[in-house]
């Protein structure tokens, strides 16, 4: 008689790695370049990346006029057909009985979600937080925390940083860290936090590929923002131990945001 499970390997280390798919995205509560509200055009450019994990900043939920007063993050999921996270950093009351205005990140999985919390981050101005998401692959699990930093300062930066930080703690300690940095890591030295921990996953693809190649001396840098015409890279994937990196490429956002899309292949070890 033979064995059912005898043709799926163990789960182990020496085990080959999981691929994942992973796309970050700072889409500008769906208004585009045009300066239009379009969620569909939104969803089309999402569905095309063919993600296992999509990393949203900047998403509306009931918040108001500028984004047809919809819930963004539960719409993308359905069209997606993904399970969702959600991560707000602006929550408040509205007037309407069971509704609340908010804005902030979210993830869309294919994989099952196992646990998500979110997190406050210190600094003024706009609030920041981080939506921190353990996902269950085939043979491993992997954390996936999403965040958008301050635009204030580098010192402000520096401090939700480390704060971020700490959430990765040793049994955790396979994952990512993605999101908007509104940091160029080639020259902000508040995400040197990340480096004792993490790897610039731009830096670990073998295959790069951006959308400045028509200036070449641009060609390669990852750059993600202003969507038209990139010039800084702040849209990134950090990985730890465990994840590896093949494919690292900035997509067309085809007019969906004011930033651009970034997607990278990950190969994440069995038994993390």
Known sequence: MS???????????????????LVTFNTHHGVGDDGRHDLPRLATVLAAADADLICLQEVDRHYGDRSEDVDQA???????????AWGPSIDEPRREEGLRRQYGNAL??????????????????????????????DGATLWVT????????????AEQIAAIAQLHSEPM???????????????????????GRFTDAWDLATDREDRAGWRFWHARHGETHPARRPRRRIDQVWVSPG???????????????????????????RGG
Not at 146 to 157: D, K
């Open 146 to 157: 999403t965040t958008h930093l301050s635009t204030h300062s580098p010192q402000e930066r």
């Open 108 to 137: 869309l999985s294919r994989r099952p979600i196992l646990a998500s919390d979110v997190h406050s981050l210190p600094g003024g101005g706009e609030p920041r937080s981080a939506l921190r998401t353990m996902v269950e692959l």
């Open 74 to 84: 539960l719409l993308l999921s359905r069209a997606l057909h993904m399970q969702l």
């Open 173 to 195: 300690e396979t994952g990512v860290l993605v999101g908007d940095f509104n940091a160029d890591p080639r020259k902000a030295p508040e995400l040197a936090e990340l480096a």
């Open 3 to 21: 064995d059912p499970l005898g043709a799926r390997p163990a789960p182990g280390p020496d085990q080959p790695p999981i691929p994942v798919r």
């Open 243 to 269: 994840v590896g990196v093949t494919r690292a490429h900035v997509l067309d956002g085809a007019g969906a945001s004011d930033h651009l899309p970034l997607v990278v292949d990950l190969q994440v070890r």
